[in-house]
């Protein structure tokens, strides 16, 4: 299994402040990686894909960068929406998996 | 739009099985694409489950596979999660998802909001 494993595990920050998560694999795993925000009792929600494809409806302050094993999200101006859990999960082999989350609190 | 809709009993007994349906709307699963379960238990991060195609091709998670069966009713649009055995381990928020691809190596693009079920007798 390819394992995920993203930094920091929670961060807190400002609101305007730019923002940075870090996705790293086990493995090299060739772009096959998408980005998700989960809000607290909601489902998640697909904002990337292919380490850094916009998906449709996604605001353009995030951004999504990254080759082989390490991958990084970045927010460039945060808003007060973007308060969530933020996960990465690789699609290059099954199982598919996750990392463990990015908890991004208000400072 | 797509709409997908978990339905199932909420509270499942050591040993069982847990059943689980999703309704799909919006689009038919039998136009394409992989549809999938994904777990999550109580503040904790997101396990993939399984996943089917309309055709009937499925695959597990390794982790899961020996208690696991997923499948498909395309008459009704919906999908179907069976876990046997459950234990406390099993409670968890079960979503069901659509795939973005005609390829099990996808992400998720639309999901559902997600049923609790608690394992306990």
């Known amino acids: 299994d390819i394992q995920m494993t993203q930094s920091p595990s929670s961060l807190s920050a400002s609101v305007g402040d730019r923002v940075t998560i870090t996705c790293r694999a086990s493995?090299?795993?060739?772009?096959?990686l998408a980005w998700y925000q989960q809000k607290p009792g909601k489902a998640p929600k697909l904002l990337l894909y292919a380490a850094s494809r916009l998906e449709s409806g996604v605001p353009s302050r995030f951004s999504g960068s990254g080759s082989g094993t390490d991958y990084t999200l970045t927010i460039s101006s945060l808003q007060p929406e973007d308060f969530a859990t933020y996960y990465c999960?690789?699609?290059?082999?099954?199982?598919?998996?996750f990392g463990q989350g990015t908890k991004v609190e208000i400072k | 739009q797509v709409q997908l809709q978990e339905s199932g009993p909420g509270l499942v007994k050591p040993s069982e099985t847990l059943s689980l349906t999703c309704a799909v709307s919006g689009y038919s699963i039998s136009s394409g694409y992989y549809w999938g379960w994904i777990r999550q238990p109580p503040g904790k991060g997101l396990e993939w489950i399984g996943s089917i195609y309309h055709s009937g091709s499925t695959y597990y998670n390794p982790s899961l596979k020996s208690r696991v069966t997923i499948s498909v009713d395309t008459s009704k649009n919906q999908f179907s999660l069976k876990l046997s055995s459950v234990t406390a381990a099993d409670t968890a928020v079960y979503y069901c998802a659509k795939f973005d691809t005609a390829m099990v190596l996808g992400y998720f693009d639309y999901w559902g909001q997600g049923t609790l079920v608690t394992v306990s007798s």
């Open positions: 999960q690789q699609y290059y082999s099954t199982p598919l998996t």
């Open positions: 493995q090299g795993i060739s772009n096959s």
